[in-house]
Antibody
Framework: QVQLQESGPGLVKPSQTLSLTCTVS??????????WSWIRQHPGKGLEWIGY???????YYNPSLKSRVTISVDTSKNQFSLKLSSVTAADTAVYYC?????????????WGQGTLVTVSS | QSALTQPPSVSGSPGQSVTISCTGT?????????VSWYQQPPGTAPKLMIY???NRPSGVPDRFSGSKSGNTASLTISGLQAEDEADYYC???????????FGGGTKLTVL
């Protein structure tokens, strides 16, 4: 059973960089076949796709966030990470890491439990 | 504004059936059989319920079914149970600037 677990600060100051890590267990990121993704959900709102990375390092970002987002992968630790720069209160949300099945694009078969990140001074 | 349009809420009594619609365009739902549905009970992460329009992952009850006609996909839940009360989101592959688009979500209330 694949499990994903987000970790990182729950409080970030405005203008700083939000950094989160997702640790994958029960499966190897290096095995291929999946895009490793970050998705967020503003309080009481719907889901917003942030971007994803393949184990090779190829990335794809939501154009609306692209200038501020970096997703990286560390296959040795079976982890992938999110950095979102110059955050504002509008970036306050629950951040989920998730796995997208490549051959069935847009199918997210596993999700982390989510972590609330609040942007506030 | 979400890329896919869902009704904000639906409701039904135990035992009844409800259908949630998800309307997109010819750039997403209408052109690809890559529609998924997710269930999100309050305070929890989304869970995959349907993929590729009508396929159920292992462990999902057959009370949940999916279909598509033109630019609109639908999720039908038959034999409603109290435990089905949750938010439901659709998603689709798309040829637009982002490969994944979501609906705005539908709150299902079991009366």
């Amino acid at each position: 059973q694949v499990q994903l677990q987000e970790s990182g600060p729950g409080l970030v100051k405005p203008s700083q960089t939000l950094s989160l890590t997702c640790t994958v267990s029960g499966g190897s990121i290096s095995s291929g076949g999946y895009y490793w993704s970050w998705i967020r959900q503003h309080p009481g709102k719907g889901l917003e796709w942030i971007g994803y990375i393949y184990y090779s390092g190829s990335t794809y970002y939501n154009p609306s966030l692209k200038s501020r987002v970096t997703i990286s992968v560390d296959t040795s630790k079976n982890q992938f990470s999110l950095k979102l720069s110059s955050v504002t209160a509008a970036d306050t949300a629950v951040y989920y890491c998730a796995r997208i099945v490549v051959v069935v694009a847009a199918t997210i078969d596993y999700w982390g439990q989510g972590t609330l990140v609040t942007v506030s001074s | 504004q979400s890329a896919l349009t869902q009704p904000p809420s639906v409701s039904g009594s135990p035992g009844q059936s409800v259908t949630i619609s998800c309307t997109g365009t010819s750039s997403d739902v209408g052109s690809y059989n890559r529609v998924s549905w997710y269930q999100q009970p309050p305070g929890t992460a989304p869970k995959l319920m349907i993929y590729e329009v009508s396929n159920r992952p292992s462990g999902v009850p057959d009370r949940f079914s999916g279909s598509k006609s033109g630019n609109t996909a639908s999720l039908t839940i038959s034999g409603l149970q109290a435990e089905d009360e949750a938010d439901y989101y659709c998603s689709s592959y798309t040829s637009s600037s982002t490969p994944v688009v979501f609906g705005g979500g539908t709150k299902l209330t079991v009366l």
